[in-house]
């Protein structure tokens, strides 16, 4: 595992992921704590698709997936998990820190006003920026390898993003559209119809991980 | 260990042929593949390496047929050193061998006793906690032969490892080929000359896809004996003459004008002498014999 961190967190993308979670607390404005999530969400779901665009890729880049083709399968598609395990991991405590830093350095009113209801909602977000960044990352990592370069996984989720990520998007998919628990209705604490839109996002990860050995073995 | 090629076509999907109708026997022992930018050599590596599929041919690996159903156990007993390959550059030479073993599926012990073997072989052993970004182009390549002989292959492949090297670093890397090429058979392309003179006897010419000569470098040599003079010419615009007329393959300024080696069928209509051949002239002879 040691050596995934080092091949997949170098230096200049922990710099730009931090940087822009950074510029994010400070730029955009939140008046109170249930619009940390709703900010944070769209944004993470860009970073996770630039963050994990070359997961694979880099080896085909470097031309090191000439020599990987000669290495099991399961050994290569066991490697490309644990990359993708490291950078969700850093990814989801970079978006955990972004809420903190949100809450310090704009100082938004408490939407509950209790300690209790603050943390059961950042909880929910913390749940749903998991699928979030989990599918974005995968959904990224998947259209690269297909096209063999990092520029079709950025191209293609910035496609899906601006899609759904919109009112037209909200309009067309509702409670299962991917950023469900972005368009949510605040007000009612007790709806929980987001979920419908992260349980999409976990159906279409296990078909695309499905998908990639397929993918592999015809893209190199 | 002998690899067999039959017939082998591969065309790409924009129509482009880079291998027509090849056939090649690739014995045991340093076995070189020469030939121009372009010719083919890269494509046949990556077929070898299953990396590629034949568009049409066999190939076949002491007797196992190149087909899906055999690759796994074929690419269990190949290592390859591509052309240009960057090997992870935050990883130290230690780490990013044991990573690559690791991913070949070779026991950890095992393949921490195989990398510390091959690390004093290639005298990269004070430099094994580098990172491989402080590498020079030299040792790069020496960890990229180490990787491709991690997991003992019988048939090693090595795409151009000589490239863009120092003269030293160069010679390092041909005696470490010639070294491991005791108990396999490897295949060593390039275009430089120098290297396979070095390092083998057998050898493939390759030309637009084609396999110009296999065989011994002697035979191509022989060829080309009688078809190599050396003649001296006063000035620059007889030596300009004579290389629109024939083939230089060498030219030299000297006290009296200028020493040029030509390469030509017949004895060219001035005063020159036969001279010997060399391997560099043997191959140029051959590809131009061909037109």
């Known amino acids: 595992m040691k050596k995934e961190i080092k091949i997949c967190l170098p230096l200049y993308k922990i710099v730009y992921s931090v940087f822009f979670v950074a510029v994010l607390s400070l730029i955009r404005g939140v008046g109170s704590t249930f619009e940390i999530g709703v900010t944070l969400e769209p944004l993470m779901a860009l970073l996770a698709a630039v963050f994990c665009a070359d997961t694979y890729v880099q080896e085909i880049a470097s031309k090191r997936s000439e020599v990987g083709q000669l290495y099991p399968m399961k050994n290569r598609l066991a490697s490309i998990l644990r990359r993708m395990a490291v950078q969700e991991a850093y990814l989801l405590v970079l978006a955990a820190a972004g809420y903190g830093l949100f809450l310090i350095v704009q100082k938004p009113i408490l939407f509950y006003g209790t300690r209790y209801g603050e943390w059961s909602m950042f909880g929910g977000y913390l749940a749903a920026i998991v699928v979030t960044l989990i599918f974005w990352g995968m959904l990224s990592h998947t259209l690269s390898c297909l096209f063999r370069t990092m520029w079709a996984g950025i191209g293609g989720c910035l496609i899906v993003w601006i899609l759904t990520n919109s009112t037209t998007g909200e309009q067309l998919f509702g409670k299962w559209n991917l950023f469900s628990y972005t368009f949510r209705t605040i007000e009612d604490s007790r709806d929980m119809d987001w979920l419908c839109g992260k349980l999409v996002c976990l159906v279409l990860c296990m078909v695309m991980a499905g998908m990639l050995p397929r993918i592999m073995r015809r893209r190199g | ?291």
């Open chain 2, 1 to 291: 260990m002998s690899i067999q090629i039959k017939d082998l076509t591969v065309t790409f999907k924009n129509g482009v042929t880079a291998i027509r109708h090849a056939d090649l026997e690739i014995p045991k022992g340093i076995f070189g593949l020469l030939g121009e930018n372009g010719a083919g050599k890269t494509t046949l590596m990556r077929v070898l390496t299953t990396v590629l599929s034949p568009t049409a041919g066999t190939v076949s690996l002491d007797g196992m047929l190149y087909q899906e159903g055999n690759y796994a156990k074929i690419r269990k007993k190949i290592g390859y050193l591509p052309q240009e390959i960057d090997l992870y550059p935050g990883l130290t030479v230690q780490e990013c061998l044991e990573y690559m073993g690791d991913l070949s599926g070779i026991p950890k012990e095992v393949c921490r006793k195989r990398i510390a073997g091959y690390l004093e072989k290639t005298s990269l052993t004070e430099h094994r906690k580098k990172k491989m970004r402080q590498l020079s182009g030299g040792m790069k390549r020496r960890v990229g032969l180490v990787q491709a002989l991690l997991n003992e292959p019988e048939f090693l492949i090595v795409d151009e490892p000589t490239t863009g090297l120092d003269p030293e670093e160069r010679i390092r890397i041909r005696n470490l080929l010639a070294d491991f090429s005791e108990k396999r058979t490897v295949l060593f392309s390039t275009h430089v000359v120098e290297d396979l003179v070095a390092t083998c006897n057998q050898l493939a010419v390759m030309k637009k896809g084609e396999f110009l000569y296999a065989g011994s470098m002697r035979n191509l040599m022989d060829e080309a004996i009688g078809h190599v003079w050396m003649c001296e010419v006063p000035d620059d615009e007889q030596a300009r003459k004579l290389e629109r007329t024939y083939h230089v393959s060498s030219k030299q300024y000297t006290e009296s004008g200028l020493r040029m080696k030509i390469i030509c069928k017949e004895k060219p209509e001035l005063t020159c002498t036969p001279c010997n051949v060399s391997l560099e002239d043997a191959y140029i002879y051959l590809m131009n014999r061909q037109g």
